[in-house]
């Protein structure tokens, strides 16, 4: 049954992944956030995990590590009357791009995809076994 809780711990890191980048895309445009400044990108860092004891060996699942923040600084675009300009008529925008995002969010999109098909697929394989054993 371990191969389920890898294709769970899989489904649940995406899942993670893609309301992340929906947070991004959503903001792309916010200049104020409560910290003060323009939103921060925000990127999910995966790493993997042993899926229990005694498990086979080599069999590991994925996890969420931690959320980190960009470290690229924001972009700076002339729109003097943007209620957030600065008195040059500078505005402090998030530096992402929204393009990327969203192919970023089709490669998670994809990954989650791949791993419902690999849990059905290891189900059906666990139903067949079990009616090869009633017989």
Same mark, same amino acid.
């Given at each position: 049954?371990?191969?389920?809780?890898? *294709?769970? *711990?899989?489904?649940?890191?995406?899942?993670?992944?893609?309301?992340?980048?929906? *947070?991004?895309?959503?903001?792309?445009?916010?200049?104020?956030?409560?910290?003060? @400044?323009?939103?921060?990108?925000?990127?999910?860092?995966?790493?993997?995990?042993?899926?229990?004891?005694? @498990?086979?060996?080599?069999?590991?699942?994925?996890?969420?590590?931690?959320?980190?923040?960009?470290?690229?600084?924001?972009?700076?675009?002339?729109?003097? @009357?943007?209620?957030?300009?600065?008195?040059?008529?500078?505005?402090?925008?998030?530096?992402?791009?929204?393009?990327?995002?969203?192919?970023?969010?089709?490669?998670?999109?994809?990954?989650?995809?791949?791993?419902?098909?690999?849990?059905?697929? *290891?189900? @059906?394989?666990?139903?067949?076994?079990?009616?090869?054993?009633?017989?």
């Amino acid at each position: 049954m371990d191969i389920f809780k890898v *294709s769970a *711990s899989a489904l649940d890191a995406q899942r993670i992944r893609m309301n992340t980048i929906a *947070s991004n895309m959503a903001n792309a445009q916010s200049t104020r956030t409560d910290k003060g @400044g323009p939103y921060v990108k925000k990127e999910v860092v995966f790493e993997t995990m042993p899926v229990g004891p005694g @498990g086979p060996p080599g069999l590991e699942g994925v996890r969420v590590r931690e959320i980190v923040e960009d470290t690229r600084p924001p972009i700076t675009v002339y729109d003097p @009357g943007h209620p957030d300009a600065d008195e040059n008529g500078y505005v402090k925008m998030p530096d992402i791009n929204v393009i990327e995002e969203m192919v970023n969010m089709m490669t998670a999109l994809r990954a989650y995809e791949a791993n419902i098909r690999a849990f059905n697929i *290891s189900k @059906g394989m666990y139903q067949k076994a079990l009616q090869l054993g009633r017989l």
